[in-house]
């Protein structure tokens, strides 16, 4: 089931900068350069109504010339004070360019009382603010009716001592037939919605279009069943990723200690083999 969230489930949106849209856009974010999250920024002002859903947008990030990895780290103070509870980190929000060049949209299903406050903290390993907007969606017609999260678990994704972000890397296929599985991780909780998003370790990108795909497997057979399937991203020669955010998120069940695989394909040559990389984050509870 594809998840749209603007207009879906009856849910309204909150916007957390209601502001006139630039370049850079939402609050400003002062990632740290260690393996240590900087610190929290709260996104917005205290919820006025229960949230359902957060749908993100991180921006400002890429670089020219500079292959600038990036992860988030959400945060919640149930009281709406600043003594933050994390529910989410290591969300993978590289290289996503300017707002008006759509940024990173990445949607969460998960619930957050009236009254909370939330927060986002960074890593980057290249120096630099960036900006993140958050959009609480709330007041369904029907409550009981709205499926919601509690945590969110990514998968592959480790962090280096100076801010760095590895995610695994597959191999784009160029050919028609579709490439091999690479496997990503394992869960470790039960997850029923999925996310992913993409990197590319490379200062000097071009212009490229991808399909990628996340699957599932039981640990002997790779991809035995595909979660989410040909969504577009694309590089560009400003060493920025775009996606369609409306096509990335869609809800399936997967138990906790199952394989994730991922795989993608271009639409032209590889750039420098191995430097594609894909982190999958899926919501539980």
């Not at 296929?173 to 992913?196: I, S, Y």
Request: net charge negative.
């Amino acid at each position: 089931m594809l998840f749209v969230p603007n207009g879906a489930n009856d849910l309204g949106a909150v916007l957390s900068t209601d502001t006139r849209p630039a370049s850079a856009y939402g609050a400003t974010i002062t990632p740290s350069q260690t393996s240590t999250y900087g610190t929290p920024v709260q996104v917005g002002n205290d919820l006025t109504a229960d949230c359902y859903g957060i749908l993100i947008n991180a921006n400002s990030i890429s670089s020219g010339g500079v292959f600038r990895q990036c992860v988030l780290q959400i945060l919640v103070d149930y009281a709406g004070g600043t003594s933050w509870t994390e529910i989410a980190r290591d969300i993978v929000v590289s290289q996503a360019p300017s707002y008006q060049l759509t940024g990173k949209w990445l949607y969460f299903p998960m619930y957050i009382p009236a009254g909370a406050a939330v927060a986002v903290a960074a890593i980057t390993n290249t120096a630099g603010n960036i900006r993140v907007d958050i959009r609480y969606m709330s007041k369904p017609s029907n409550p009981t009716m709205v499926k919601r999260g509690s945590y969110i678990e990514t998968v592959g994704v480790t962090i280096g001592a100076a801010g760095t972000v590895t995610a695994p890397s597959v191999t784009p296929g160029t050919a028609v037939t579709k490439p091999g599985w690479t496997l990503l991780g394992t869960t470790t909780k039960r997850c029923w919605w999925w996310q992913f998003s993409c990197q590319h370790s490379d200062t000097t990108m071009t212009a490229l279009y991808y399909h990628v795909e996340i699957g599932v497997g039981d640990g002997t057979a790779a991809g035995t069943e595909t979660i989410i399937a040909n969504v577009l991203v694309s590089t560009s020669a400003a060493e920025a990723f775009t996606d369609i955010p409306i096509m990335q998120g869609i809800e399936k069940v997967v138990p906790a200690g199952s394989s994730i695989y991922g795989r993608a394909w271009n639409s032209g040559a590889n750039e420098n083999a191995g430097t594609f990389q894909i982190a999958a984050m899926g919501v539980g509870g």
